[in-house]
């Protein structure tokens, strides 16, 4: 049999492709800032809290690194999971200079000289990688977007190398390393053997990074990356942002949604939004439209509205008279909520909901029954209410057409014996139905 047909057979055709497919060459990059590489990966290493002394776990680094040069722009690390937060951070990271770098961490000898906007960023499948967000800020910024095959990892070789790179350069020789095979740990555990702190290894990897990375040829001795950036800055000049530029920039690479623009201004994370100025605007404009809005995830105590019509951003407070937004990050937001959702959940009376139910639903069961047997010479009831009778048991096309309840699902109750509450007289029909109005 063929060696293609028998390897499809044993190993899938997906392993028979990569072995007995054409292997294209690599186009490779003609200037610094053509394409630059992204991803995530959690390092093998256990850290502890600065104050506590307790681990932490693994940190999540998200890293960009230059084809040209092989030169790292950037990265983020901390303990979220990988998100379009810790790429927005990422990509602001490898913009900005890096001239606060010294004053950080006095024991870095070189400057960090990356910074510039990138022309391409090559980025893989992950989910953070396909949000609106990101897709809105690259728009807005000029970088285009190039994604990368599934389960073709080669056509980003560089940020793939450098992780293995840092684990066997760096990680190797700290107290704490994990190991992502797990028979390569025997009896090490890294969690009693953690001993640094993360902003000891925050001042460590920037150090590395700056002083021994970008001064060290690679194993083919091919390049230095320090050597290759300045060869190809001299033809083609990153450009360089001002302070006022890099406040616009954060702006731009916030979190991006869209919502309604009416009066009280724009609900967005469970708040409400609004200014004189957007006032303003909103007299002058159409109400009720759809407006782009940008979030700062570290502070949500403002946001940043687009004006179409202005073309430019507007800053617009959150409406909080006791302060509880102010140095709230998104996620300590959502926190907040979902504690408070479960506080609430706590506080319920499930049984007394439960009676509440029981009572409605027998209350409209009886006056069915009196509409049933009315007689002739009663008078007929009006309509009042039964709009609101239709809302509450759910008439619809696609539900049930009438309002008679369906036989009400058994409930677990204790026997409250006489305590039970009595069914209102038949004559008190009209208030007891204002009743089921929600609101």
Request: glycine letters at 4%; hydrophobic letters at 35%.
């Amino acid at each position: 049999m063929p060696a293609y047909e028998v390897a499809v057979a044993r190993h899938g055709k997906y392993l028979a492709d990569m072995e007995f497919n054409k292997i294209d060459a690599h186009q490779p990059p003609s200037r610094v800032l053509e394409k630059v590489e992204i991803d995530h990966s959690p390092l093998d290493l256990i850290l502890l809290d600065d104050e506590l002394n307790i681990p932490l776990g693994r940190p999540y680094l998200t890293l960009l690194i230059d084809q040209y040069s092989k030169s790292i722009m950037g990265f983020h690390l901390g303990f979220k999971e990988p998100s379009y937060y810790s790429v927005m951070k990422a990509i602001l990271n490898a913009i900005k200079p890096k001239d606060d770098i010294a004053e950080r961490f006095p024991g870095v000898v070189h400057d960090w000289y990356c910074q510039g906007k990138m022309e391409s960023l090559v980025v893989d499948n992950g989910a953070e990688f396909w949000s609106k967000s990101l897709e809105q800020s690259c728009l807005e910024v000029g970088i285009h977007i190039q994604y990368n095959p599934v389960r073709k990892p080669w056509l980003k070789p560089l940020v793939e190398r450098i992780f293995r790179t840092i684990g066997s350069k760096l990680l190797v020789t700290i107290p704490g390393k994990t190991f992502s095979n797990i028979l390569a740990r025997e009896e090490y555990d890294p969690r009693k053997d953690a001993v640094m702190h993360f902003s000891v290894f925050n001042e460590l990897f920037h150090k590395w990074i700056i002083d021994v990375y970008h001064y060290e040829s690679d194993s083919r001795k091919r390049a230095i990356p320090y050597v290759k950036w300045q060869e190809g800055v001299v033809v083609m000049p990153p450009i360089s942002y001002e302070p006022e530029d890099l406040e616009k920039l954060s702006v731009v690479l916030g979190i991006k949604e869209l919502r309604k623009h009416r009066r009280g201004g724009i609900h967005l994370h469970g708040l409400r939004y609004d200014s004189e100025e957007l006032a303003d605007y909103r007299r002058m404009y159409s109400r009720d439209i759809d407006v782009l809005t940008k979030t700062n995830p570290d502070d949500i105590s403002s946001i940043y509205v687009y004006l179409e019509h202005k073309q430019q951003y507007l800053k617009v407070p959150c409406i909080d008279p006791i302060g509880y937004t102010k140095s709230l990050s998104l996620t300590q937001h959502h926190i907040n909520q979902r504690l408070h959702r479960d506080f609430i959940d706590s506080q319920l009376d499930l049984e007394g909901l439960a009676r509440v139910r029981m009572y409605i639903h027998d209350r409209i069961e009886q006056e069915a029954d009196e509409i049933k047997n009315l007689n002739r010479g009663r008078p007929r009831r009006t309509t009042k209410g039964m709009a609101r009778l239709a809302k509450h048991n759910g008439v619809a096309s696609d539900v049930q057409t009438s309002c008679v309840p369906e036989t009400l699902p058994e409930l677990s109750m204790p026997d409250k014996g006489k305590e039970s509450k009595q069914l209102p007289d038949s004559d008190e029909w009209d208030d007891f139905i204002s009743d089921l109005e929600p609101y």
